[in-house]
């Protein structure tokens, strides 16, 4: 049972323009919420990540929201950059032990165009 | 910020021989270490989560006598896929928890081609 749906699969955007890549978990118990940048052959690179007391996160061109009571988050990127071509994964997990561990999306490969 | 070096980065090997891929945790110490698999175009599963001095515990459907798992201290896990067949060729990626932090930090992965 997969317990973080992500969508779109696949996102073209223009240069300049905005990408949004949603998520919606199950679990109710998670309380922690990244994302991560993949490029081919390298590992994912933590992103930023929001914890559910807060409903929105910024860094730089990069913002969170969230929505606890609909059990979504969503990522965008604002003036999105042919360099920001490249998979994102949003994942959730819980912060209780050592045996917590990452649930990820299925991913969102994002395509910027000039 | 944290870092986790993994090596080799790629690998080929031949079939029914055994590969051993290294992931370290360069500026921390990772009580916890995770070992995930990537298919093409897939996300990342996982595969083990591996306790600093105690065994792995492996994911349903994830055979823990081809994918040895070994955390013998704070800084340093390996995976060791044994007796490997073409079937495990794949892009492994291992993740330590930095509980400093409380973040997950991967390494750069490694790409296993059996032969």
């Known amino acids: 049972q997969q317990q973080v749906k992500q969508s779109p699969q696949s996102l073209i955007v223009q240069k300049g323009g905005i990408s949004i890549i949603n998520c919606a978990y199950e679990n109710t118990a998670f309380d922690y919420f990244p994302w991560y940048q993949q490029f081919p052959g390298k590992g994912p690179a933590l992103l930023i990540a929001i914890r559910p007391d807060v409903s929105e996160k910024k860094e730089g061109r990069f913002t969170i929201s969230f929505n606890k009571s609909a059990k979504q988050f969503s990522l965008h990127i604002m003036d999105s950059q042919p360099g920001d071509s490249a998979t994102y994964f949003c994942?959730?997990?819980?912060?209780?032990?050592?045996?917590?561990?990452?649930?990820f999306g299925t991913g969102t490969r994002l395509q910027v165009t000039l | 910020g944290a870092v986790v070096s993994q090596h080799p980065s790629r690998v080929i090997c031949k079939s029914g021989t055994s590969v051993k891929i290294e992931c370290r945790s360069l500026?921390?110490?990772?009580?916890?270490m995770f070992w995930y698999r990537q298919f093409p175009k897939q996300s990342l599963m996982l595969m083990a989560t591996s306790n600093e001095g105690s065994k792995a515990t492996y994911e349903q459907g994830v055979e823990k006598d081809k994918f040895l798992i070994n955390h013998a201290s704070l800084t340093l896990s390996t995976l060791t896929v044994t007796s490997a067949h073409p079937e495990d060729s794949s892009f492994y990626i291992c993740?330590?928890?930095?509980?400093?932090?409380?973040?997950?930090?991967f390494g750069s992965g490694t790409r296993l081609t059996v032969v």
């Open positions: 993740s330590a928890r930095d509980y400093k932090a409380y973040g997950y930090t």
């Open positions: 994942a959730a997990s819980k912060d209780t032990g050592t045996a917590s561990k990452l649930t």
């Open positions: 500026d921390f110490q990772a009580t916890t």
